[in-house]
């Protein structure tokens, strides 16, 4: 019993983080455009994890494009800027999206 209460703990752990930033994901209505794991105006965000996979560089780009916004990567819709969302979200979003798989 005891083993099982220690093993549900890590797991509610290592899934805390995951919720908690598809959470801030809903509450700056970034689900609107995206989903995890299928197209809808924008690209999957396990599509965008697949593609920046390696890039060292990646998390920084994403959060700026999620605050300013971008267009041509992914085809002829814009990705509008997100002015309500400040950098260090931005940066938590994007680092959350490239953790996907």
């Known amino acids: ?9 890590a797991v509610a752990a ?5 919720m908690a930033d598809e959470a801030l994901a809903k ?6 455009c995206h989903a995890v ?6 690209p999957a965000y396990k599509d965008v994890a697949k593609k920046y996979a390696g890039d060292a560089k990646a998390a920084d780009k994403l ?3 999620i605050v300013k916004g971008g267009s041509g990567v992914w085809g002829a ?13 931005a ?3 994007a680092t959350w999206v ?4």
């Open 1 to 9: 019993m005891k083993r099982a209460l220690m093993i549900m703990a």
């Open 91 to 93: 940066k938590k979003l």
């Open 77 to 89: 819709i814009p990705m509008p800027a997100n002015t309500q969302v400040n950098a260090a979200d």
């Open 14 to 18: 290592v899934s805390a983080p995951a």
């Open 27 to 32: 509450s700056k209505n970034c689900m609107a």
């Open 98 to 101: 490239l953790g996907l798989k």
């Open 37 to 42: 794991d299928k197209k809808l105006v924008g």
């Open 63 to 65: 959060a700026e494009k």
